[in-house]
């Protein structure tokens, strides 16, 4: 069974297994996880673009469980005080050709 919760306009993925293919999540804002928070279940994002999210933790993805794979992504003007574009807590994360340029911004060392 799969769970996702919208949230504030974020995706909120807890169980099961989802798979995106080319889209693009922006200008959304949230406190973990400012355009998608992993906390379960089997997530595989493929050519996907997360541009102007903010959070206070993990501008773009928060991953605190569950097994994502991010394929062909994009993570481009994302903001948070802790890791602008991707905040790992925890779960397995398997990353070929993510693309993180200098457009992120945290406001301390974690970025």
């Not at 804002?29 to 279940?41: L, P, Q, R, T, V």
Request: hydrophobic fraction near 40%; glycine fraction near 14%.
């Amino acid at each position: 069974e799969l769970q996702v919760k919208n949230n504030d306009d974020f995706l909120w993925v807890t169980d099961g297994g989802i798979q995106f293919i080319g889209f693009e999540i922006c200008a959304s804002e949230i406190s973990s996880g400012g355009a998608i928070y992993i906390e379960g279940g089997t997530a595989k994002f493929h050519h996907t673009t997360l541009r102007n999210n903010s959070a206070i933790y993990g501008g773009g993805i928060y991953l605190s469980g569950g097994v994502t794979t991010l394929e062909d992504v994009l993570l481009i003007n994302n903001v948070a005080e802790v890791g602008s574009a991707v905040w790992y807590e925890g779960g397995t994360m398997d990353a070929i050709n993510l693309k993180i340029p200098d457009y992120n911004t945290a406001s301390n060392s974690f970025g």
